[in-house]
Each structure stands twice: as C-alpha cells, then as structure tokens.
T-cell receptor, first 116, second 112 residues
C-alpha cells in the first residue's frame, strides 16, 4: 500500500561525493516535492515540481538538482556533498500544487543522509 | 517573507488531559491549513486539515480551529493518550501558493 516510496532509506557517504535519492508515487498525482528535515526537526521545502514547472527554493544550493523522468518519479541529485547536507530528505506528492491548492500532501518514508 | 510560527515547541501533559498547539502565519494567501503528526523515525502523516471556508473541524479527539482574519489556527487534542506522543507540525501555503511552509514543530509528550 506504499503510495510514496523512496530509496535508499539510509545513505552514508564521504564528503565530495555525488549521490542520488529516488522517489516514486503511485497516486497519480501531478505535483511532487522534496523536503529537508534537519537535526532540529525543521521541515523545509526544497523543490516543488509538476509537469508544468519547477519551483526552486532560492536558499537551496545549486549542488542539489531534481530530475523527473516522468510524472510518477522525482529524483534528487546532490553533487559535491558537504557535511551540512546530512539530514533526512522527504519526498512528497499531491494531486495539485496550484496557488489555491487544498490537496493533501503525502510523504515518503524519508532518506537519512549522513555525510562523513 | 512567508512565515509560520508554532507554539509551544514542547508540551508535556498527563494522560487524559487536553493539549493545544497554536500557529500563526503571515504573508500567505493559503486556503488550506494541514496538521501533520510525525512519530520518531517515521514520515509526517496528515492527521487533520481545515479549509478557509470553515472555522472549525473535528475528528474524534482531534479538532482544529481557524481564524483567518487573525491569521491563526490551532490544534486541540482531548483525552490524550501515550500514543499521541509525537512531533506535530502545522503548515500553510506560501504567498505564491507553490509550497507548504511548515511550523517548527511541537514535541508532545503524554505521560501515563
């Protein structure tokens, strides 16, 4: 019954490496998101994306890039990983992410990234 | 810029007591205000939401109230149980309507 799934669940890597996190949703939703949750549990939006446009949070470094091969997938690529990138990354999706959206966002299980 | 403020950051209650968490938002045209519960090591899960056309919504022991004029909304949990212990997040859409802005979370601890 997994609606939004992510892989891997855990990712441990060295500084400077490039890594990817995959996300898939089987809900038929049009909009997908990536959030970062730091050690203080703060949830911050990184990207929202639908088949029309990518909205980037201006505070996100350009080392982070989302890639969507199709509507059901939104992967997160991270280049030149830094210590401060260590966090839990959540993917989410909703039916519609428009300006007057009232649609529920469903979260994936999260990927715990640890950069050594 | 957009901001969602959430209080308190921690809340400890005895089993059976009520718990109230409050949020205020600014610079938002949001019509939708969800509340998420996140248990340790788990994903945030929606527990209740309210649309701007109503002032209150209730689902068993959980209720949410919205005052759109004052730009604040609250979560009320009655008859708390130990399994209610978790981090609770409120959220509202940003001005552009492109993303949910989350409050910083409230860690609720219910002791038996």
């Amino acid at each position: 019954d997994t609606a939004v799934s992510q892989t891997p669940k855990y990712l441990v890597t060295q500084m400077g490496n490039d890594k990817s996190i995959k996300c898939e949703q089987n809900l038929g939703h049009d909009t997908m998101y990536w959030y970062k949750q730091d050690s203080k549990k703060f949830l911050k939006i990184m990207f929202s994306y639908n088949n029309k446009e990518l909205i980037i949070n201006e505070t996100v470094p350009n080392r982070f890039s989302p890639k969507s091969p199709d509507k059901a997938h939104l992967n997160l690529h991270i280049n030149s990983l830094e210590l401060g990138d260590s966090a839990v990354y959540f993917c989410a999706s909703s039916q519609d992410g428009g300006a007057t959206s009232t649609d529920t966002q469903y979260f994936g299980p999260g990927t715990r990234l640890t950069v050594l | 810029g957009e901001n969602v403020e959430q209080h308190p950051s921690t809340l400890s209650v005895q089993e059976g007591d009520s718990a109230v968490i409050k949020c205020t938002y600014s610079d938002s045209a949001s019509n939708y205000f969800p509340w998420y519960k996140q248990e340790l090591g788990k994903r945030p899960q929606l527990i209740i939401d309210i649309r701007s056309n109503v002032g209150e919504k209730k689902d068993q022991r959980i209720a949410v109230t919205l005052n759109k004029t004052a730009k604040h909304f609250s979560l009320h949990i009655t008859e708390t149980q130990p399994e209610d212990s978790a981090v609770y997040f409120c959220a509202a859409f940003n001005q552009a309507g492109t993303a949910l802005i989350f409050g910083k979370g409230t860690t609720l601890s219910v002791s038996s």
